[in-house]
C-alpha cells in the first residue's frame, strides 16, 4: 500500500510563513517527507516587509528595524548572509545619531533644561511599566523616579481598577505627580507657551512616540499589565544595509522553483471540527482541509499553516466572511477581538532641490558658522488640538506626529511616522495635500532667526510668532512624496499587534493553539494539527516584531516535525 505524503500548505509568504516553509524544508528534504507549498495573496513576497528605493537611497516602507542585536535571529541572518553593509545608502544608516532639536509650535526653540527632565521621567516611567525600573535597580536619583511612578501606577490603578489600567492612563498620572511635586520658575520668551503647557506638549510628543511603537491609536487602550511581559533583545537597535527584504530572500532561496505561489488570495478554509469526517473507509485517505481560492480553484491539505495578519482574522470574524468553515471556536475569536492592531505608516519626503539635496539654510543652533548641516532632527511640541493659540495652517493630521528627520545625516529624504487616525487619513491624501500639510506644519516650527548661519542662542525658549516675513522665507518646499498604506491594503489591514486594555499574554497563546481541539482542550488526536497559526501576533512576549514572526515561523514548523517524528514519520 502506498501511503501519500502528508501536504503542508502555508499561507502568507511574510516572515512567518517563509521561516516554517524553510525550517520544514531544511528539516525533511533529504527524506523528501512532505508536499510542501506556500501560497501567497500578493504579488510579492514579505509581508509587512518591504524594501523599495526613495530619492536614490534605500528604504524601509514596513519593518525598520532590528530591535536589540544581542540575541537577535534576524541580526544573525543579516551576519551570515552580509547584509549589514551596503555601497548604497540606506535609511537611519548612522542610527539618527545627530542631537535632536526640540521646537514648540510657534517656532520656540526649546532648551534643553526644559525637555531633559521630561524626557527623562517618561523613560523611567516607561521602565517601571515595564519592570526595569523596581527596587533592585532604583539606585541614586532612579529611587525618586520610581516612587513617583509606583504612586503613579496607584493612584491610576485605583481610578481604573486594577484589571483595566491603561498605559496612558498611568503616564498621565505620572505626568501630574511630578508636576504637583515640582515648582519652577515660569519660562519667558515663549508667546502663549507657559511652562506647564510645554511639559505636557512635551510628554506628549514622546507619547506620540510610544504610540508609534506600540501601534496603538490610543495609549488609554493600551494594557498596563502586559508591557512587563514584553521582552526586547540587549543591544543596539540597527537597520538592515542591504534591506530587510535580504532577510526574507535569504530564507526563500532554499525552496526549490515554484514551491511559493505568489497571486493566489485564500478566501475560504474547510476545516473538520468533527475528525470522523476525515475517516473513510478505516483510513486517513481524505485530506482534511480545503482551501478555496479567488479564481475558484481548490487545494487539499492535512496541514495548514495561517500567517496572515490579525487585521485580516479581525476582519474575518467580524464580517461573517466565512474564510473559516466551520466557524472558529469561541477561544480564538475572542482572542482575536480582544487584541489590539493599529495602523502605523512611514511618509517619506524629498526635500526641492533648491535646498540643496539636504543641505540647506537651515542649521544646527550651535555649530559653527563655517559647518554645512543638513535638515535637523526635529522634535515637535503641538499645541493641544482645542488650544486657541495653535496655528490654523497645520492639518489635524500633523498635530500627533512627533518628529521629522532626514532618513540619514544630510540626506534630501526626510521621514515622519503617523499612527491610528491620522496614518488612515494619510493614505487618502493626494500627494499635493500631504506637501502642502507638511511645509506649512514645517515652516511654523523653523521660521527663526536660530536657524540663520551664524546665529546662536541659549534661552530657555527663542522666537517670534509674529515673524510671518521671515516663516515665508524660510518656507520648506517638497518635490515628492511615498507613503505606505498599510491600513487599507486587503492584505494586511493595519501594521502590527499590542495587547488591548480588556485582553492579555493569554489571548496571545491562545492565538497560537492549533485545531481542531477535543472536549479536553487538546489538540486532537483523529486529525490533529489541520490549522495552525503563526505570525508576530502569536507570541506571547515579542508580538509586534519580526524576530516574533520568526520564532513563530519555527514553532509551528517544530510543532509538525515532532507530530510526525511521534509517529514514526520523521526521525531527527
Not at 525618586?144 to 503613579?152: D, I, N, P, T
Amino acid at each position: 500500500m502506498v501511503v501519500k505524503k502528508p501536504r503542508i500548505v502555508i499561507i502568507g509568504a511574510g516572515m512567518a510563513g517563509l521561516t516554517a516553509a524553510n525550517k520544514l524544508y531544511t528539516a525533511t528534504a533529504s527524506k523528501d517527507l512532505f508536499e510542501l507549498c506556500v501560497v501567497e495573496g500578493g504579488s510579492r513576497i514579505g509581508g509587512r516587509i518591504n524594501t523599495s528605493e526613495f530619492g536614490g537611497d534605500r528604504i524601509e516602507m514596513g519593518a525598520t528595524w532590528i530591535h536589540g542585536i544581542g540575541g537577535s535571529p534576524i541580526h544573525k541572518i543579516a551576519q551570515e548572509i552580509h547584509s549589514l553593509r551596503s555601497d548604497q545608502p540606506w535609511e537611519c544608516m548612522d542610527g539618527n545619531t545627530d542631537e535632536a532639536i526640540t521646537i514648540a509650535e510657534g517656532g520656540f526653540h526649546l532648551h534643553p533644561s526644559i525637555v531633559d527632565p521630561i524626557t527623562k521621567l517618561f523613560k523611567n516611567l516607561m521602565e517601571y511599566s515595564q519592570g526595569k525600573l523596581n527596587e533592585a535597580t532604583a539606585k541614586g536619583e532612579l529611587e525618586s523616579y520610581h516612587k513617583l511612578a509606583a504612586l503613579a501606577a496607584k493612584v491610576a490603578s485605583n481610578r481604573s481598577g486594577n484589571n483595566n489600567l491603561s498605559i496612558g492612563s498611568f503616564l498621565r498620572q505620572g505626568l501630574e505627580t511630578y508636576q504637583i511635586s515640582k515648582e519652577q520658575e515660569e519660562v519667558k520668551g515663549c508667546g502663549e507657551w507657559s511652562r506647564k503647557l510645554l511639559e505636557e506638549g512635551i510628554f506628549g510628543m514622546h507619547e506620540n512616540n510610544q504610540r508609534t511603537y506600540t501601534s496603538a491609536d490610543d495609549l488609554l487602550t493600551l494594557d498596563y499589565s502586559a508591557e512587563s511581559e514584553y521582552r526586547m533583545f540587549p543591544g543596539e537597535e540597527i537597520t538592515i544595509a542591504k534591506g530587510y527584504l535580504s532577510i526574507i530572500e535569504s530564507l526563500a532561496s532554499v525552496l526549490p522553483p515554484g514551491l511559493i505561489q505568489l497571486g493566489r488570495k485564500v478566501i475560504r478554509i474547510e476545516w473538520q471540527l468533527d475528525e470522523r469526517k476525515g475517516l473513510e473507509n478505516g483510513c486517513c485517505s481524505s485530506k482534511p482541509v480545503k482551501l478555496h481560492f479567488c479564481d475558484g480553484s481548490v487545494m487539499s491539505a492535512d496541514h495548514v499553516i495561517v500567517t496572515v495578519s490579525l487585521g485580516v482574522l479581525k476582519s474575518a470574524i467580524r464580517d461573517d466572511s466565512g474564510m473559516f468553515c466551520p466557524p472558529l471556536p469561541s477561544s480564538k475569536t475572542e482572542a482575536i477581538s480582544r487584541l489590539g492592531f493599529g495602523v502605523v505608516n512611514k511618509l517619506f519626503m524629498q526635500l526641492s532641490p533648491k535646498h540643496g539635496g539636504g543641505k540647506h539654510e537651515y542649521q544646527h543652533e550651535h555649530v559653527n558658522d563655517d559647518s554645512d548641516k543638513g535638515f535637523p532632527f526635529l522634535q515637535m511640541v503641538f499645541h493641544s488640538p482645542q488650544s486657541e493659540t495653535r496655528h490654523k495652517k497645520i492639518p489635524w493630521w500633523m498635530r500627533r506626529t512627533a518628529t521629522l528627520f532626514p532618513i540619514y545625516n544630510n540626506s534630501s529624504v526626510l521621514l515622519s511616522w503617523f499612527v491610528g487616525e491620522e496614518a488612515l487619513a494619510l493614505e487618502s491624501l493626494k500627494d499635493e495635500e500631504i506637501i502642502n500639510g507638511v511645509s506649512s506644519t514645517v515652516s511654523c516650527f523653523l521660521q527663526h532667526s536660530q536657524w540663520q548661519k551664524g546665529s546662536s542662542s541659549h534661552r530657555l525658549c527663542n522666537g517670534n510668532a509674529n515673524s510671518e516675513e521671515r516663516s515665508q522665507e524660510n518656507e520648506v518646499k517638497f518635490s515628492k512624496v511615498l507613503k505606505s498604506k498599510w491600513g487599507t491594503d486587503p492584505l494586511f489591514l493595519g501594521s502590527y499587534s499590542y495587547v488591548a486594555v480588556g485582553s492579555s499574554g493569554d489571548d496571545l497563546d491562545a492565538m497560537a493553539e492549533p485545531l481542531p481541539k477535543d472536549s479536553s482542550c487538546q489538540p486532537s488526536a483523529s486529525s490533529p494539527l489541520q490549522i495552525l497559526f503563526a505570525g508576530e501576533a502569536t507570541h506571547r512576549t515579542h508580538y509586534s516584531t519580526t524576530h516574533g514572526a520568526y520564532f513563530s515561523g519555527l514553532r509551528e514548523a517544530n510543532r509538525l516535525l515532532q507530530h510526525y517524528h511521534c509517529v514514526g514519520i520523521y526521525n531527527n
